[in-house]
């Protein structure tokens, strides 16, 4: 069974804090990515890579950065936390050449 | 650029059908639909590919006219279980290597009994 899963459900942090969400995915997959989901919004890219150490700017990478240092993982920075990064972020990973996007089950952030 | 998907939000009663649609300005590769139920992961519904096709899957199908850049979702006789947000997502082009899909802001449906 296919499994993309993120280091937290819900999270709090303060203004101004540097804020770490993980992905690991356990499908050997070579595309991985970070969106954020708002209401009204839909899902919106923030970055993605497509192997190890390799990084693409999304539609909205302002405020974020990401490593990828091992294929199985994926994780999202936030330097300096914002009061407008308060969103749900999901990661998603897909094989190359396949149709499939699998998706974790997401991290709501609240930054206060 | 984000698709445009149409309506925003649908209420069905049990047994009735639907079509969400979803465009693009750009030329797109494939499209891809996927449901989203409250609280969970969105999940994989099907992709149709460049070639202009048509696919189904269950009581939920597709299509893709490539000349207008569009896709329609069609959803006939109603579950509860169809409830949820659905998403288009667009991929422009495959670029020898990465796969960037691009998803619209959904469409909320509600199947009522």
């Known amino acids: 069974d296919v499994k993309v899963t993120q280091s937290s459900r819900y999270l709090v942090k303060r203004t101004g804090e540097k804020v770490f969400l993980e992905c690991v995915q356990d499908?050997?997959?070579?595309?991985m990515f970070w969106y954020r989901q708002d209401p009204g919004l839909g899902l919106r890219l923030i970055y993605f890579?497509?192997?190890?150490?390799?990084?693409e700017k999304g539609d909205i990478p302002e405020g974020y950065s990401v490593s990828r240092e091992k294929k199985e993982r994926f994780s999202l920075i936030l330097e300096s936390a914002s009061t407008n990064q308060t969103s749900m972020y999901l990661c998603?990973?897909?094989?190359?050449?396949?149709?499939?996007?699998?998706f974790g089950p997401g991290t709501r952030l609240l930054v206060l | 650029q984000q698709p445009v998907q149409s309506p925003q939000a649908v209420i069905l009663r049990e047994g009735e059908d639907a079509v969400i649609n979803c465009s693009s300005s750009?030329?797109?590769?494939?499209v891809h639909w996927y449901r989203q139920k409250h609280g969970e992961a969105p999940v994989f519904l099907m992709i149709?590919?460049?070639?202009?096709e048509q696919k189904g899957h269950e009581k939920i199908s597709a299509s893709f006219n490539e000349k207008k850049q569009q896709s329609s979702l069609y959803l006939t006789a109603s579950q509860l279980s169809y409830s949820g947000t659905y998403f288009c997502?667009?991929?422009?082009?495959?670029?020898?290597?990465?796969?960037?899909?691009?998803f619209g802001i959904g469409t909320k449906l509600q199947v009522i009994p």
């Open positions: 997502g667009t991929e422009e082009g495959y670029s020898g290597g990465y796969q960037k899909v691009t």
């Open positions: 499908m050997d997959h070579e595309n």
């Open positions: 149709l590919l460049k070639g202009g």
């Open positions: 998603a990973s897909r094989g190359r050449g396949q149709e499939t996007q699998y």
């Open positions: 750009k030329a797109l590769y494939s």
């Open positions: 890579s497509y192997d190890v150490k390799m990084k």
